[in-house]
DNA sequence: CCTTTCGTTCGGCATTGTCGAACGCCGTTC
DNA sequence: GAACGGCGTTCGACAATGCCGAACGAAAGG
């Protein structure tokens, strides 16, 4: 089931997801090159993303770069996102607890994007931005959201894209990783260690909305060294806690206290 | 001189930024009552915004929204900005000192966006937003950017969009405004004084880039209760300082200090 | 000063997007 | 429970629109 798209549209969008993947900013030969389109045509679709503000030219080089109306539209996204507002205390709370990085992630597609970070003092350079998108299958949020999915959804998911090895400890099988989504189900909570980043251990737990589904998770993400048997514990506590009152904030109510 | 735009990203352009003007969702008859279009012509937009991640549909309303992708390219943008990240500590310092809320916007087009904002302890409720526009006539960080513009760009920026009253206060005679900027410039900074909002009032300084524009500013927002004579300088001189600390770290010399 | 490279303009052609009409799926009304 | 109305979706025909290749112009490099 192939959707009929607008062709220029597709077009347009696949000009401004060029910038996201490679350098931030290009030239209308590099862009017409990448995509393999005429120079005209991307020419015309670039002056209309540029006239509209979603492109904007550098005068000397003549290359172009992001807009800030793309910033604006964002912001826009970012500001009404109800769990990005109530989450938003919480995770400053949990970071000076434990003084490491939060991440608050969402679903979306096959792949989970943070929507919040915040670093702790000790910052160590992990590579992940707001806005930014990374796999589930290898990431503390992305697990502790693939295990509460339906079994075609985690399917899905897990066949979608490739199971890349980001370390030696990431999970590669896709059996390995089932069985394992069932332990996080048993634990209530989802631990990465070293399966994107070598020295990287993350604690997440699952978010449910008001409809008892899981779209979204938080994590807490230290240096293997600093995630010691005290601290680690400490850290599975902080996050659990702060994932149910986001939880009970959306209106969920665990079955496990409901009684009629 | 109208630039040839291609119709259909355009219109898609159109539709995405109905949703930052009005509601949060639109159903397709919405939209193509707002834009004068056909259904079939929106919604065959529509399925392809939302193919590619830039619309999704609420399964139970039919209606859409905003969708993910926009909130990633718009972090990308974010995070583009060398501007926001010399200036956020700064910021932060800035807050805690004076205690009141500082926003960071840059001029786009003939108007400014905040791409940065801190609030203070003492919460009063600017309607401002990181991602918002505002009008330079009547905001501090917008008189303290046009008073350092060409007479030409300044003739642009009064004369593009209609000089708006939003209070009593605010200068809406063109000759009156060009007076009231040459104030500005010889004194470094701009004030509001509840030009935009009863109540409010702000202190504004430029932020000089390494070619010697002015695309930027900072601003101190308080409510004007607060704002009395000591503290009033206190802020001029702690946001005077901040904006030539950003200045100087995007590679401005004074000309003043300029000896060869 | 010639060459190369890249952005821009142009015009003809066919693809593509557009529109109105019709369909089908709700929910509502009587 | 049948008829209605509203809305999203599909369809087909037409022509407007966007596409391409070629040519132009400007700027940079040798």
Redesign the pocket.
């Known amino acids: 089931m192939t959707v ?8 347009a969008i696949d000009i401004l997801e060029l910038f996201m993947a490679s350098k931030p900013e290009l ?4 862009i ?1 090159g990448k995509l393999e ?11 209309t993303l540029e006239y509209r503000g979603y492109l904007q ?1 550098d005068p000397e080089s ?2 172009y770069r992001l807009g800030i109306k793309l910033f604006e539209l964002g912001n826009v996204v970012g500001n009404s996102m109800d769990i990005r507002k109530i989450a938003s205390p919480l995770i400053r709370g949990l970071v000076e607890e434990l003084s490491e990085t939060v991440h608050l992630a969402v679903m979306e597609r096959e792949e989970v994007v943070y929507v919040e970070k915040l670093e702790g003092p000790r910052t160590l350079t992990i590579y992940s931005h707001v806005g930014k998108r990374a796999p589930v299958h290898c990431t503390g949020v992305g697990k502790a959201i693939l295990a509460y999915q339906s079994e075609e959804q985690i399917e899905r998911m897990l066949t979608s894209g490739d199971l890349v090895a980001h370390t030696q400890h990431t999970m590669t099988d896709i059996s390995v990783i089932r069985e394992h989504l069932r332990t996080i189900r048993e634990n209530g909570y989802a631990v990465d260690d070293e399966e994107i980043e070598l020295g990287l251990k993350c604690v997440a737990a699952p978010i449910f909305d008001h409809q008892g589904n899981v779209t979204a998770s938080i994590s807490c993400s230290a240096p293997k060294v600093r995630a010691d048997e005290v601290s680690f514990a400490e850290m599975v506590g902080k996050i659990m806690a702060a994932a149910s009152e986001i939880s009970a904030a959306l209106g969920y109510r665990s079955p496990l206290v409901v009684n009629l």
């Not at 009929?4 to 077009?11: A, L, T, W």
């Not at 030239?27 to 590099?30: M, Y």
């Not at 389109?37 to 002056?47: D, E, F, N």
């Open positions: 009929k798209v607008i062709q220029s549209v597709d077009r030239s209308i030969k590099e017409s389109l005429s120079k005209s045509t991307v020419h015309g679709i670039i002056k030219q003549l290359k």
